[in-house]
């Protein structure tokens, strides 16, 4: 199975357009094909894919839970933890659950088993199938401020499949970072704008820390100016594809269509893109 990665240094540069596009044209050339939203915080590949959805799984977290009267108030669990999740006041514990990150330490040196282990949902995972796509989203429930665990949840739910796409979060951020760090391959998918290009560089150093193979598709690439096309090839970046802008791809976005299946030179654009990533 390879795993491919699409990820933007910043939202809008059409990363989800690239990635739903990406495995509905491998789907129907014989590839098993596992599409898997990892824009947590606001899945839209089922927008374009239109699955039906087969089952729903809450995503629950570890949390401390109290137990009234046995505090003695040493105050062990509020020093372990790191985050601020915890207080001891009066000999009372006082948790706040949107701050821990479930690292069990606290109940681990309570020594009265004040703390235990609970746990509490934070969102969901949805299942399902798009044609022949294989697809997989986490929803984030609002108001929540980590998805990370949502994320590792949508990637540990993944069927086997030749090929998955996952749609990463937009950014730099942890979240991304969740997304795409045991990713084969990652796309950057950017835009020959001066904010498409400081956020691009942004995203080259992260997946080049990483240390995970890389190249770069060009949205909407007969606008804007050259300095994109200059930094990629100053810095030995591969040009997967350059995307032109076009009325009736937009048009489409707009009523939740593929472009792939509106224009046909942008059928043609993904089937190259398909083959390279998979013949790299």
């Known amino acids: 199975m390879r795993k491919i990665a699409i990820a933007s240094g910043k939202g809008g540069t059409g990363k989800t357009t690239v990635a739903t596009n990406l ?53 062990l669990c509020r020093d372990i933890c790191q985050y601020g999740a915890v207080a001891v006041v009066n000999r009372n514990v006082l948790v706040f659950p949107e701050l821990c990150h ?33 697809f997989v989203q986490g929803i984030l429930n609002i108001g929540e401020a980590m998805s990370p665990p949502v994320i590792r949840q949508v990637k540990t739910t993944a069927v086997d499949a030749d090929l998955q796409v996952i749609d990463s979060p937009p950014g730099t951020s942890c979240p991304v970072i969740e997304s795409i760090r045991d990713a084969d391959y990652v796309v950057l998918v950017t835009e020959p704008t001066p904010f498409g290009l400081n956020d691009l560089v942004l995203a080259v150093e992260t997946v080049r820390t990483l240390a995970l193979p890389f190249g770069v598709v060009i949205n909407r690439s007969d606008t804007g100016d050259g300095q994109t096309l200059d930094f990629c090839r100053e810095q030995g970046i591969d040009i997967l594809a350059e995307i032109p802008d076009d009325r009736r791809v937009a048009e489409a976005y707009s009523r939740g269509e593929l472009a792939c299946d509106t224009v046909q030179d942008y059928s043609s654009i993904f089937a190259s893109l398909v083959k390279r990533l998979l013949e790299g």
């Open 23 to 75: 495995a509905a044209v491998a789907s129907r050339n014989s590839i098993r094909v596992a599409y898997l939203d990892c824009d947590v915080e606001e899945p839209n590949g089922a927008l374009f894919l239109k699955p039906r959805i087969d089952e729903k799984r809450p995503v629950n977290v570890s949390v401390p839970g109290v137990h009234e009267g046995m505090c003695t108030g040493c105050g």
């Open 102 to 134: 479930g690292c069990a330490g606290c109940w681990m040196v309570c020594p009265t088993g004040a703390l235990v282990e609970s746990q509490r949902t934070i969102g969901q995972i949805e299942i399902g199938r798009a044609a022949k796509v294989d």
